[in-house]
Nanobody
């Protein structure tokens, strides 16, 4: 089982950029599909972006497409979310998730808060 720790959140103004990081331990990182979810106040947890185990395939939610980019560095056991042109509606707790290619179920980090002021 893999453990995940997110970092990089903070308070920024609309139009600013942030890069979130998620460091994985306790597993073989290259065996995991990775992703980012977010949960805004009063709303459910929604998928933001995903990246396949080998980094070849990525997906991004329509709400962030063209502004956010997911990437990974398997040598550092780390997945990133580069967030540009941030909007107030991006305010949420952002969670990292890992899904093994070979088992069912997913692992989750504790989340990092992103707040975007207008």
């Amino acid at each position: 089982q893999v453990q995940l720790v997110e970092s990089g959140g903070g308070l920024v103004q609309a139009g600013d950029s942030l890069r979130l990081s998620c460091v994985a331990s306790g597993g073989t990182f290259g065996a995991y599909d990775m992703g980012w979810f977010r949960q805004a106040p009063g709303k459910g947890r929604l998928s933001v972006a995903t990246i396949a185990w080998n980094g070849v395939t990525t997906t991004h939610a329509d709400s962030v497409k063209g502004r956010f980019t997911i990437s990974r560095d398997n040598a550092k056991n780390t997945v990133y979310l580069q967030m540009n042109s941030l909007k107030p509606e991006d305010t949420a707790v952002y969670y990292c998730t890992a899904k093994s290619r070979f088992t069912t179920g997913s692992s989750w980090g504790q989340g990092t808060q992103v707040t975007v002021s207008s």
